[in-house]
């Protein structure tokens, strides 16, 4: 999802939780998106039904890239 507002742009992703490995390659996918829109920093919500769920917010940086990530 990219966000305009105020002349600046947001990109977010929400993603269900499928492992760690389908994790990855959606932070791979959001520097792609990042690069592509000429941006340094997004937004990522993953929705984890595990009942062993770690919640919490992190940040990733990939490169000189960040993704704020939230897991609920």
Excluded at 23 to 37: P, R
Excluded at 53 to 71: L, N, P, R, S, W
């Amino acid at each position: 999802m990219i966000v305009d507002y105020l002349r600046e742009q947001f990109i977010i992703e929400l993603k269900i939780w499928n492992g760690s490995a389908y994790n990855e390659k959606g932070e791979q996918q959001l520097c792609e998106y990042l690069e592509s829109f000429g941006l340094k920093t997004c937004y990522m919500l993953t929705f984890n039904f595990n009942k062993e769920k770690e919640q919490g917010i992190k940040d990733v940086k990939i490169g000189d890239m960040t993704i704020h990530e939230a897991t609920l």
